[in-house]
């Protein structure tokens, strides 16, 4: 315990302390997603002026809720946001297994990882994302839309960048956050490629929060595992994991209800509960899943990539986000910490490439456990194991 607690007091004195990055002045970061914010956030509170590019007009996000694990909450902390997502989210401590048929099996009790920690829980993505761009705006971190890099060029103290407006400019950095189809990946790394389709894909749905729901639920035991996430006092969403299966075409809104619900027709509990109440007006998705780590480097002069740009993952570990703020909280570090701009690009690298490595591994191989059927006990083994190095401090 005294250990953790000197661990946990220099954390803090760090935070409390933030050194200013001496070697970059002026950055541009291209995707305002979340690891893009958190890169802004992370060097603007160091002194940077950074300026934000996005494609979406409205700089708008979809999607359901998303898991936020210890470490993600951890990651938050750093950037001063975990009171906001305290607020706007829901925190739990355990998570109850039940079997696919709503029998339940076991709670776990999720581990603190850090004094004054929470556990877990969810929040919905476009609320995240509104708390992050608050933070941005707070900043007078200025964003421009509809927009991103369409030339890149290394230069002895920086890079010269053209923009798909037709305008120009030059920065001592560039970060390339752009998604997991990221077009500065194409633009400055030819040794890079597509993230790999894994053969499962995701269902997701957001919905009303099931009467007498307190806690996250896994249900187990089927070829297609689902879970529940508390992302407000009156809103869940639930995903669900199936083999992927090529077609000609998107399916539709009523293809999409109609498909979901056929898929949840073995399920009880609140999985069942869920099936029977979901409606056409709530917000469903499906994706297929790929996944990829990016060879070294991942810079090339003083453009660097983060987020799924470079270590795009899968949901098992519920940690895709958490990387990529945790990414770019590091990227900010490793500046601070050094007296040029590549040597904090390559201890931002060789800090962070393991830890992706592990959780991407990981999750994949779940993955393929899934898709063969394979005994849970590896399966739980392979997770509980990943889980454990997440907790760890990065």
């Not at 694990?69 to 607020?87: F, N, S, V």
């Not at 079997?99 to 099996?105: P, R």
């Amino acid at each position: 315990m005294i250990e953790f607690a000197s661990r946990a007091a220099l954390g803090t004195s760090r935070r409390m302390a933030r050194e200013n990055i001496s070697s970059v002045q002026e950055a541009l970061i291209v995707g305002g997603g979340i690891g893009g914010m958190a890169a802004a956030i992370a060097l603007a509170e160091r002194g940077v002026k950074v300026e934000i590019i996005d494609l979406d007009p409205q700089w708008r996000v979809y999607g359901a809720g998303i898991t936020i694990t210890g470490p993600t909450l951890r990651a938050y902390r750093r950037l001063g946001l975990l009171d906001a997502i305290k607020a706007q989210g829901a925190i739990t401590a355990r998570t109850r297994l039940f079997n696919y048929d709503g029998l339940h099996l076991h709670d776990l009790e999720e581990p603190i990882i850090e004094e004054g920690l929470p556990a877990t829980g969810g929040i919905m993505r476009p609320v995240l994302h509104r708390i992050m761009q608050a933070r941005v705006r707070q900043l007078e971190i200025p964003v421009r839309l509809n927009l991103t890099v369409i030339a890149a060029a290394n230069k002895a103290d920086g890079v010269d960048v053209t923009f798909s407006d037709g305008t120009s400019g030059h920065f001592d950095l560039v970060i390339g956050s752009d998604s997991v189809s990221s077009s500065m990946r194409s633009l400055a790394f030819p040794h890079m490629g597509p993230a790999i389709p894994t053969g499962q894909g995701c269902w997701r749905i957001s919905i009303r929060k099931p009467p007498g729901l307190e806690f996250g639920e896994f249900y187990l035991g089927h070829a297609n595992p689902c879970g529940i996430t508390l992302c407000a006092p009156d809103s869940v969403y639930m995903w669900m994991l199936t083999a992927h299966e090529e077609r000609d075409r998107f399916m539709d809104d009523e293809e999409l209800f109609r498909e979901l619900k056929r898929q949840l027709a073995d399920f009880g509990g609140n999985a069942g509960w869920i099936r029977d109440n979901m409606t056409r007006q709530d917000w469903i998705n499906y994706r297929p899943l790929a996944a990829v780590l990016q060879p070294k480097p991942w810079y090339s002069g003083h453009i660097v990539l983060l987020g799924d740009a470079v270590h795009a993952t899968t949901p098992h570990l519920a940690s895709g986000a958490g990387m990529a703020v945790e990414s770019g909280v590091v990227l900010a570090e490793e500046l601070a910490r050094a007296d040029t701009v590549e040597a904090g690009l390559l201890a931002y690298q060789e800090r962070r490439y393991p830890r992706c490595k592990d959780v991407i591994d990981s999750s994949v191989a779940v993955g393929r456990l899934q898709l063969a059927h394979g005994d849970p006990r590896e399966h739980a083994q392979i997770l509980e194991g990943a889980l454990s190095r997440l907790n760890q401090p990065f």
